[in-house]
């Protein structure tokens, strides 16, 4: 006869709960998904026109805890030149939640123009194609156990120049997860 032992159950029930949990709150990627473009200032500085644009975009966090994230900065290049940026500032985001950012890009006059007669004739097409880069660190807190995470993101978006509208996206995120 097997006698019970309630040290080894409470220690089996105890495992089992941990690698559940660790299953449950296993980090996921965030998704990123532009959802519209506007013009909000140009500059003439003849010959040249500096743009700043407002950036709308989805994020949702899918994960079972907040995250916490570092100040980034997206590359946002054509036909593989860069052509400007935009800021991620800090900030967190709930648990299994989405929101909408709101970033402010540039765009550089100056690269604009090395790039003049392929920009002109994506406008004539209207059809202008996009690629952005971005690594975003942060962390994800349950009780005193941080999850510290590196999300690399490259997006590629074909976008209508003449009334700024996204045509079409593809992003692709890979994450890292560092144990501390």
């Known amino acids: 006869m097997v006698k019970w032992d309630w040290g080894s159950a ?23 998904h532009l959802i519209s473009i506007s013009l909000s ?5 003849l010959p040249l026109l500096d743009l700043e644009l407002m950036l709308t975009v989805h994020v949702t966090n899918p994960n079972p805890v907040p995250i916490q994230y ?30 909408i950012l709101q970033l402010a890009a540039h765009l550089d006059g100056l690269e ?14 209207r059809n202008m194609v996009l690629d952005s880069t971005v690594d975003i660190k942060g962390f994800a ?21 003449v009334f700024l ?3 079409e996206q593809q992003n692709h995120s890979e994450t890292q997860v560092y144990f501390a």
């Not at 005193?144 to 209508?160: G, R």
């Open 10 to 32: 409470f220690a089996g029930a105890a495992c089992a709960t941990a690698t559940l949990t660790a299953l449950w709150a296993r980090p996921r990627n965030p998704t990123f």
């Open 41 to 45: 200032s140009f500059h003439l500085n």
């Open 70 to 99: 570092q100040p980034a900065v997206i590359s946002i290049s054509y036909n593989g030149t860069h052509l400007g940026r935009a800021q991620l500032e800090a900030g967190s985001q709930s648990a299994n939640s989405c929101q």
């Open 112 to 125: 604009m123009a090395h790039h003049a007669r392929a920009i002109l004739a994506d406008v004539a097409r």
């Open 141 to 161: 807190q349950l009780w005193w156990w941080a999850h510290k995470f590196s999300v690399h993101i490259d997006s590629h978006v074909v976008v209508d120049p």
């Open 165 to 167: 509208e996204v045509v």
